[in-house]
């Protein structure tokens, strides 16, 4: 099941969110072609992240991820020798806490990300404004980041998406329009249908899925605390990033007025 649209109007046009949707793209053709260093270089690695913090000069390249990155570069025809190791550097250390939101691992997990931000992020974009928006994002982006480092402080595996930063989205968004409709897409071989379901119970049950992936300790290679830290820190900034002219009091008027406890 893949959500395909939301039912809550945004009132404007979400310059800021297709400026994030076309750069993610665009940066992705440029990691396409050249899918070896770019991942190298612009992956965020805890462990080389924190080492250049403490002074250390060099970071370790694990075998697997350069058999993958040679294999990569062989498929478009290229001659890639990937270091055993690569410096630590203000590039290649504290960069990517921002390079690697836009970096994405393959052709799906792009497509899935900026499905998320085209359905979920316009409301949050008109409801904060063009530039208090842009921030938001990357400060969201930034804080999920560094949740997944501080708890994955050994990990040298890049880490690559915008995920975190869209958590932050879903987590504002959960908290805004909790009674907007969700469509979701679904199929069982050829049929094909679709439903709708409550903002707050759809992106409630994609926050838990990820408690529960951390609990049981199924995380795999998802950077699953990068989106607990996004969701948690987007419903903790939102409130206080609205500015004064939009009255919060909209929003518990529409949860009454949705509930019917009252009518227009």
Known sequence: MIPIRDSEPSGITPYVTIGILVLNVLVSIVQYADPGMLLMEGGLRPAWFLG???GETMGTIPEVERKDAQALELLFDGRFAPPTEMPLTFATAILPLFLSMFLHGGLMHLI???LFLWIFSDNI???LGHVRFLIFYLLCGVIASLTHVVLNPESITPTVGASGAIAGI???YWLCYPHSKVTMLFWIYVIIR???IRASWFLGFWFARD???VWVGLEGSTAVWAHIGGF???TCLIIPFTPPGHSNREVRFRWLERSGLIRK
């Open 52 to 54: 250049y913090l403490n």
């Open 211 to 213: 408690i529960f992936r």
């Open 194 to 196: 679709t439903f709708e």
């Open 170 to 172: 879903l987590g504002a």
């Open 232 to 234: 948690v820190i987007g």
């Open 125 to 127: 974009e008109g409801r």
């Open 112 to 114: 899935g990300n900026m």
